[in-house]
């Protein structure tokens, strides 16, 4: 069985940083491509960012230079490193595995998500 834990989610200022983590069980981060979505309330699911097994990244545009996205093979984990956020970054955000790409749908496995709050 497969699972996806997050953590690292909190209140934060704009303009701080928070560092998340997603780790797995039953299934190792380096043999699938794991993104990171976000969903604030009364918005769809949105792409943030992704790593593939050869450790291609990939972000949306609305992050770029601000987060960045990385893994560790030893630890079977994947963060997401958040810089000079935004108000507007401020959602649930999800770690998910599968096959790649920017939509929800081609991702099989997701973890249960962690808040991220930021204050303006």
């Known amino acids: 069985q497969v699972q996806l834990v997050e953590s690292g989610g909190g209140l934060v200022q704009a303009g701080g940083s928070l560092r998340l983590s997603c780790a797995a069980s039953?299934?190792?981060?380096?043999?699938?491509?794991t993104g990171w979505f976000r969903q604030a309330p009364g918005k769809e699911r949105e792409f943030v960012a992704a790593i593939s097994p050869s450790s291609f990244t990939y972000s949306a545009d609305s992050v770029k230079g601000r987060f960045s996205i990385s893994r560790d093979n030893t630890k079977n984990t994947v963060s997401l490193q958040m810089n000079s956020l935004k108000p507007e970054d401020m959602a649930v955000y999800y770690c998910a595995s599968g096959k790649g790409g920017t939509s929800p749908s081609a991702y099989d496995y997701w973890g249960q998500g962690t808040q991220v709050t930021v204050s303006s």
């Open positions: 039953g299934r190792k981060f380096s043999s699938v491509t």
